[in-house]
Each structure stands twice: as structure tokens, then as C-alpha cells.
């Protein structure tokens, strides 16, 4: 069974990409939507929700949790990997050496949380794959609270999100990178403001699940010693191109109303 999760339901935008990838999985997810968001908030505290996350979600019997969340994923998946060593944690990956791969103008624009853009690995990663290509940056100012509200196109939603992608399309950048687990249920609303700026741009929107995905699929297909002990399937895990048996349980800290809400969408 497997972990994840994320300050509230953006994490969902990871469980899509693990259902197409593992559909054979079971899976739980929980939303700790009543400390939400994290972006703003200390290491320390986001440490201390991933502990009690951690111990909720091995409680529940799983034995590899994802952090489907970039700003948990700089404050706290060292700490975690030290208090629990048994669990194998996958986290998300700032996307910048894909997007400098795609990029024409040279220019990449990364949107993500305050606490995500201060984060060392973000540092580290820019540093070493951003080499020949201008970054530039912005915090996604009230993308979350749009997410986790369900606000996800109109008027309110392109208002909020031109203010933080306007100087990204102004500085250059042709490739935006969501670097918050949040903002691809806003990629339609960045694509449609990005291109109202720059009408003349062809612009690409980088997600880093998909590969998040795959990082999870290769630990679960490791040969069966070097699994962790509960996940082995008596009869042999199944590859994912087996028909899909969903399992998944959603669980949240606050209200799940958004939470099933767009958990449905997904799915339909
Ligand atoms: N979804 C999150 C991330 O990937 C957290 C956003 C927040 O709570 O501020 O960073």
C-alpha cells in the first residue's frame, strides 16, 4: 500500500499520473488541508506534519510514501528519511533541467512557494542543470487558495494567476515549470494568461509528476529482496499494464469537500 500527500489536494495532481502508471496499486491519500498552505509556513513545522502524516499513513499499513508536495519535499524529506528509515519516501523534483532542455527563448520561468524557491535543493538543482539559460522565478501568489477552493478558471482565477506569471512572460521565458503540486489544475488558466501576454509565444508548461510516477514505479518493480517486506505480492506485483483496481482512500486533516470533489473530476 502506498502513502502520499501533500498540504491539501494538489498531491492529486501526482496520484493521477501513479494511477496510470501503477493502476494495480492501493493507495491512500491524505490532504492536511487544515494546516494548509505550507508555502509560508517554517521547516520545522512541515517536518513535524510529516511525522504525524508518516505515522497516520504506515497506521493505515503503507510501506512507501510519495510527498506529492514540493515544499514539504525541501523542508522536511531528509528529516523523514532519517526518523524512518523502513520507508522508501519519493518527492518531488523541481523541474528545471527538462525545461532547459525544451526552452527556445532561453529563458525559464518556475513557479512554486516561497518556501520551495529558498529551499538548498531547489539551489542545488538550478545550479547544476540551468547552465546556458536565463531562470527566473516567481511564487504562484494565491494559486493554492484557488485550488483548494475549486476555483480553477474565470475571471477570479486569470486575475490571480497573470499577477505572478506577467513577469515571467515580461523577463523572456517560453517554459514555465509548476513547481507546486497545486498549479496543474491551473495550467489551462497559466497557458490562456501567458499567451494573452505574448500572443506571438509558443509557450510549454513543464509538470514533474510524470517522472515523480515513474521514480515509483521503478522502486516498487525492485526484486523482492530489496522491497520493503509488506509490499511483496504473494502472487507477484502486477505490471501496469494490468486492467485497474482501484483502490484509494482519501482522507484530509480539515473538510474533504474539495478534496472528493476534484478527486471525481480527475477520474471522470
Ligand atoms: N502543493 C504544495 C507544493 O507542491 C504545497 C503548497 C502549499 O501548501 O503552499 O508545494
Known amino acids: 500500500m502506498t502513502g502520499i500527500f501533500d498540504s491539501g489536494c494538489g498531491g492529486l495532481s501526482v496520484l493521477k499520473e501513479m494511477l496510470k502508471a501503477l493502476p494495480g496499486e492501493?493507495?491512500?491519500?491524505f490532504s492536511d488541508n487544515a494546516h494548509c498552505p505550507y508555502g509560508e509556513k517554517t521547516p520545522e513545522y512541515i517536518l513535524e506534519r510529516g511525522?504525524?502524516?508518516t505515522r497516520l499513513l504506515m497506521d493505515k499499513g503503507c510501506d512507501l510514501i510519495v510527498v506529492a508536495c514540493n515544499?514539504?519535499?525541501a523542508a522536511a524529506i531528509a528529516g523523514l528519511r532519517?526518523?524512518?528509515p523502513q520507508i522508501p519516501f519519493v518527492g518531488m523534483e523541481p523541474a528545471i533541467k527538462p525545461a532547459a532542455a525544451?526552452?527556445?527563448s532561453g529563458v525559464v520561468g518556475v513557479l512554486a512557494t516561497a518556501g520551495t524557491l529558498g529551499g538548498e535543493k531547489y539551489h542545488t538543482t538550478r545550479d547544476r542543470y540551468a547552465e546556458g539559460v536565463k531562470v527566473v522565478e516567481q511564487v504562484g501568489k494565491g494559486?493554492?487558495?484557488?485550488?483548494?477552493k475549486g476555483c480553477l478558471e474565470g475571471p477570479e482565477a486569470e486575475k490571480v494567476v497573470r499577477e505572478s506569471v506577467r513577469p515571467l512572460v515580461e523577463e523572456g521565458a517560453d517554459t514555465l515549470v509548476l513547481g507546486c503540486t497545486h498549479y496543474p489544475f491551473l495550467a489551462p488558466v497559466i497557458l490562456k494568461v501567458a499567451k494573452e501576454l505574448c500572443p506571438g509565444r509558443a509557450f510549454t508548461l513543464i509538470d514533474p509528476a510524470p517522472a515523480v510516477a515513474r521514480r515509483f514505479v521503478q522502486l516498487r518493480s525492485q526484486p523482492a529482496g530489496q522491497q520493503p517486506i509488506a509490499s511483496r505480492h504473494p502472487a507477484g506485483r502486477q505490471p501496469a499494464h494490468q486492467p485497474a483496481s482501484l483502490q484509494v482512500e482519501l482522507l484530509s486533516s480539515g473538510d474533504d469537500a474539495s478534496l472528493r470533489r476534484l478527486y471525481a473530476s480527475l477520474l471522470a
Open 26 to 29: 492501493s493507495y491512500v491519500y
Open 51 to 53: 511525522r504525524v502524516i
Open 71 to 73: 515544499t514539504a519535499t
Open 82 to 84: 532519517a526518523e524512518f
Open 102 to 104: 525544451v526552452t527556445k
Open 143 to 148: 494559486f493554492v487558495e484557488l485550488v483548494e
